[in-house]
């Protein structure tokens, strides 16, 4: 059974760093994509970030290039979402999901539809 935990939420004031985690189990890390997504109230759930367990490929979306980072360790089954320079719109709960690697993961990495495994999700709160 796919089972995904994040952890790594919290307040921080704007322009401040939180680093996410989401440990992972009951598949191959490799043969798996990992995204992180958000949802702020009132809003539909976005991608924010994906990586590829078979080869390391890294996709953001515009809102967040340049200021976060995913990485992740597959000795460890986990991926993380370094988050600096945090602005108060990126407020949401934050949420890992896992998809096995799929063809046309560059494009449709953010496309909710494409994952089947989700977590329970982190609030991230960002004071103005």
């Known amino acids: 059974e796919v089972q995904l935990v994040e952890s790594g939420g919290g307040l921080v004031q704007a322009g401040g760093s939180l680093r996410l985690s989401c440990a992972a189990s009951?598949?191959?890390?490799?043969?798996?994509?990992i995204g992180w997504f958000r949802q702020a109230p009132g809003k539909e759930r976005e991608g924010v970030s994906c990586?590829?367990?078979?080869?390391?490929?890294?996709y953001y979306a515009d809102s967040v290039k340049g200021r976060f980072t995913i990485s992740s360790d597959n000795a460890k089954n986990t991926v993380y979402l370094q988050m600096n320079s945090l602005k108060p719109e990126g407020t949401a709960v934050y949420c890992c999901?896992?998809?096995?690697?799929?063809?046309?993961?560059?494009?449709?990495?953010?496309?909710?539809?494409?994952?089947?495994?989700w977590g329970q999700g982190t609030q991230v709160t960002v004071s103005s």
């Open positions: 009951g598949f191959t890390f490799d043969d798996y994509a």
């Open positions: 990586i590829s367990g078979h080869d390391g490929m890294t």
């Open positions: 999901a896992a998809a096995p690697e799929f063809w046309g993961l560059s494009v449709g990495w953010a496309t909710t539809t494409n994952f089947g495994s």
